[in-house]
């Protein structure tokens, strides 16, 4: 069986890849989820962030496609925000603030 061509949206995700930064302060090793801001990715946990937020609550109930980007093994998803309003909220979400 033959792989289907990756999608508009896949190849966006993979060519920015390669020039992806990882922040380090919200790149958690166990993390299960990436999320994807401008040219940075952070790597958090799913249970976290649908519990102080409901759109991502809805978003991850929703759940994975089969064509769904991965990176480091996890769920990518690529956000419309800029990456420093991103931070603010998982800094937040985390108490870090």
Do not use: W
Not at 12 to 25: E, F, G, I, P, S
Not at 49 to 78: N, W, Y
């Amino acid at each position: 069986m033959q792989g289907s061509a990756p999608s508009q949206a896949s190849l966006t995700l993979l060519q920015t890849t390669a020039q992806m930064v990882l922040n380090q302060d919200m790149y958690f090793p166990d993390g299960n989820l990436v999320l994807v801001a401008e040219n940075t990715a952070f790597r958090v946990y799913k249970g976290l962030l649908a519990k102080h937020s409901t759109v991502f609550a809805d978003m991850l109930e929703i759940g994975a496609s089969e064509e769904q980007d991965t990176i480091d093994g996890c769920p990518a998803v690529r956000l419309p925000d800029k990456a420093d309003e991103v931070l603010q909220l998982l800094r937040t979400i985390h108490g870090q603030l």
